[in-house]
Nanobody, 123 residues
Framework: QVQLVESGGGLVQAGGSLRLSCAAS????????MGWFRQAPGKEREFVTA????????GYADSVKGRFTISRDSAKSTVYLQMNSLKPEDTANYYC????????????????WGQGTQVSVSS
């Protein structure tokens, strides 16, 4: 089992920045990758970004490319999401996820989930 704990959410004005963190514990040696998803009220959970643990390769949703950056600290088993130039449409609950198999873009690719952290962007 892998446990994930997110932190760093909050309220920010449009154009501002936030940095989310996700600390993993438990059987982290089995983790192949980690990702961030978000879910706004009334909408489905959507892919934001992911990072492959072995080589650090990353992928981003088109809506956040160029504004968000995912990174990892392998020694701390922690992944970060730096969010810049935030827009009101980025408002959502952000979830960290981990996978022991394919590092994909769908929620079904991830077996482990954090509790989520709220990000609110005012206009």
């Amino acid at each position: 089992q892998v446990q994930l704990v997110e932190s760093g959410g909050g309220l920010v004005q449009a154009g501002g920045s936030l940095r989310l963190s996700c600390a993993a514990s438990g059987r982290t040696s089995s983790t192949h990758g980690m990702g961030w998803f978000r879910q706004a009220p009334g909408k489905e959970r959507e892919f934001v970004t992911a990072i492959r643990w072995t080589d650090g390769s990353t992928g981003y949703a088109d809506s956040v490319k160029g504004r968000f950056t995912i990174s990892r600290d392998s020694a701390k088993s922690t992944v970060y999401l730096q969010m810049n130039s935030l827009k009101p449409e980025d408002t959502a609950n952000y979830y960290c996820a981990a996978t022991s198999s394919v590092v994909g873009r769908f929620p079904r690719d991830y077996a482990y989930w954090g509790q989520g952290t709220q990000v609110s962007v005012s206009s």
